[in-house]
């Protein structure tokens, strides 16, 4: 059990039946009375935020989440299917995956994050590697501000700007995290 004392930005808490990360913390200690403590929190299974204000003596039930190791298998139906160090398999929808499902590669490690028995997060690794496999010739142009980039579509569908170098057939590196161009991967 937490108390109030114990919120920080990323700590995960159970209020109302829903587990909840925090997003944004503030405190204050008025002039007389108790302290405050101001939160931006994070339903972890629908993805709304709410803030909430807490008082010192409030209490938090810790929630029952539990971290596992998975490997992608496959995509059916708009499911994808991974499965665990025992050989079972666990069916996670798109809108949990978000843009992570277009990084996804045959027998990638990930980690689920299991509440009451269903995925609510997976983390892919930090950086993958996709074939570019369709791009426009770079046109050289207004060059002034440095950084020009042209968009790129990679295997699985994703498009993002990359470097005017960059051409059809090249391998990128990508930063899952947040889907921007990290480098080129030399063959």
């Known amino acids: 059990?937490?108390?109030?004392?114990?919120?920080?930005?990323?700590?995960?808490?159970?209020?109302?039946?829903?587990?909840?990360?925090?997003?944004?913390?503030?405190?204050?200690?008025?002039?007389?009375?108790?302290?405050?403590?101001?939160?931006?929190?994070?339903?972890?299974?629908?993805g709304s935020t709410l803030s909430r204000s807490f008082r010192s003596g409030d209490r938090f039930d810790k929630p029952e989440l539990t971290n596992i190791s998975v490997r992608f298998s496959y995509e059916a139906d708009g499911k994808y299917i991974f499965t665990d160090d025992r050989y079972e398999e666990l069916t996670i929808p798109a809108d949990v995956l978000g843009s992570g499902r277009f990084f996804l590669v045959d027998d990638m490690p990930c980690e689920a994050l299991l509440f009451e028995g269903s995925a609510i997060e997976v983390t892919l690794p930090n950086f993958v590697e996709r074939k570019v496999v369709k791009c426009d010739p770079g046109a050289r142009g207004n060059t002034a501000s440095g950084k020009v980039t042209k968009p790129a579509t990679l295997e699985g569908g994703y498009t993002l700007p990359v470097p005017l170098f960059v051409d059809e057939g090249d391998v990128i590196r990508v930063d899952t995290r947040n889907g921007e161009y990290v480098d080129r991967v030399r063959t």
């Open 1 to 46: 059990m937490y108390t109030a004392s114990d919120l920080r930005k990323g700590l995960k808490i159970m209020l109302d039946g829903q587990p909840l990360i925090i997003t944004e913390f503030d405190f204050s200690k008025p002039g007389k009375g108790q302290a405050i403590y101001n939160c931006k929190l994070k339903n972890m299974l629908n």
